[in-house]
């Protein structure tokens, strides 16, 4: 299994790329890289870069670009998912690694009626992406978003080819896939409120059923990723 090493875009050049200090502590120190190793390198925004060290300083480390693989282990369409905040911030931890495993593009926290707190650790979750997309070997790093009010983002979510919001009084099992692009509603504890419901449906949400049984907020996100992300 390989490592991963994450650099910034400004930082790749046609044939080379430097590895700054907040990657060259764990490149060096810990794994013990040497001088003509070959290592891979992901960018945040689809690329896998193959390369050569060639030097150390205290301040980075520079390495010869070798080969580069575009879309590197994402999946074909492009999903969205938003999750209602959680009492337990360290559930939505799991949930933001998880689905960065899965192959979802953004996450954003969700503020709905039922949500019991409403501050939202961005700058901690989106270390936790980046940390699950090194170590799951993929090129792009999923966005974690400031938290909004549902109706927000039921509002900004009109580009969407598809828009889901699994929801337990919803009993049909219908055949969906999402070729291109969607965005998934997940519940918090207590789940939506009809008035909720019925305004995601008046702009052009579709609910959908995850199974016969209820559903905990984090095994939901995961069911849903693992649906609908391909």
Same mark, same amino acid.
């Given at each position: 299994?390989?490592?991963?090493?994450? @650099?910034?875009?400004?930082?790749?050049?046609?044939?080379?790329?430097?590895?700054?200090?907040?990657?060259?502590?764990?490149?060096?120190?810990?794994?013990?890289? !040497?001088?003509?190793?070959? +290592?891979?390198?992901?960018? %945040?925004?689809?690329?896998?870069?193959?390369?050569?060290?060639?030097?150390?300083?205290?301040?980075?480390? *520079?390495?010869?670009?070798?080969?580069?693989?575009?879309?590197?282990?994402?999946? #074909?369409?492009?999903?969205? &998912? /938003?999750?209602?905040?959680?009492?337990?911030?360290?559930?939505?931890?799991? +949930?933001? =690694?998880?689905?960065?495993?899965?192959?979802?593009?953004?996450?954003?926290?969700? +503020?709905?009626?039922?949500?019991?707190?409403?501050? /939202?650790?961005? =700058?901690?979750?989106?270390?936790?992406? &980046? $940390?699950?997309? #090194?170590?799951?070997?993929? %090129?792009? &790093?999923?966005? @974690? !978003?400031? /938290?909004?009010?549902?109706?927000?983002?039921?509002?900004?979510?009109?580009?969407?080819?598809? #828009? &889901?919001?699994?929801?337990?009084? *919803?009993?049909?099992?219908?055949?969906?896939?999402?070729?291109?692009?969607?965005?998934?509603?997940?519940?918090?504890?207590?789940?939506?409120?009809? !008035?909720?419901?019925?305004? $995601?449906?008046?702009?052009?949400?579709?609910?959908?059923?995850? %199974?016969?049984?209820?559903?905990?907020?984090?095994? $939901?996100?995961?069911?849903?990723?693992?649906?609908? @992300? !391909?």
């Amino acid at each position: 299994m390989s490592d991963y090493f994450f @650099v910034e875009k400004k930082f790749i050049f046609r044939n080379h790329l430097i590895i700054d200090e907040n990657e060259l502590h764990h490149l060096k120190n810990v794994l013990r890289k !040497e001088i003509s190793e070959i +290592i891979f390198v992901v960018d %945040g925004i689809g690329n896998c870069y193959e390369a050569k060290i060639l030097s150390y300083t205290k301040l980075n480390c *520079e390495c010869e670009i070798i080969s580069i693989q575009k879309n590197f282990s994402e999946p #074909k369409n492009d999903l969205t &998912l /938003a999750v209602g905040m959680l009492k337990n911030s360290s559930k939505f931890d799991f +949930i933001v =690694e998880k689905a960065t495993e899965l192959g979802i593009k953004k996450i954003i926290p969700m +503020i709905t009626k039922n949500t019991i707190t409403k501050f /939202a650790k961005t =700058e901690r979750w989106n270390k936790i992406a &980046l $940390a699950s997309m #090194k170590q799951c070997g993929r %090129g792009f &790093l999923p966005i @974690v !978003e400031e /938290a909004k009010e549902i109706k927000k983002i039921i509002l900004d979510s009109m580009h969407y080819e598809k #828009k &889901l919001i699994p929801y337990e009084f *919803e009993n049909e099992n219908k055949e969906i896939k999402i070729q291109n692009s969607g965005i998934i509603l997940i519940g918090s504890e207590g789940g939506f409120t009809k !008035e909720e419901i019925k305004f $995601a449906i008046e702009n052009k949400f579709e609910t959908i059923s995850l %199974g016969n049984r209820r559903l905990r907020t984090e095994t $939901a996100a995961i069911v849903s990723c693992a649906k609908f @992300v !391909e």
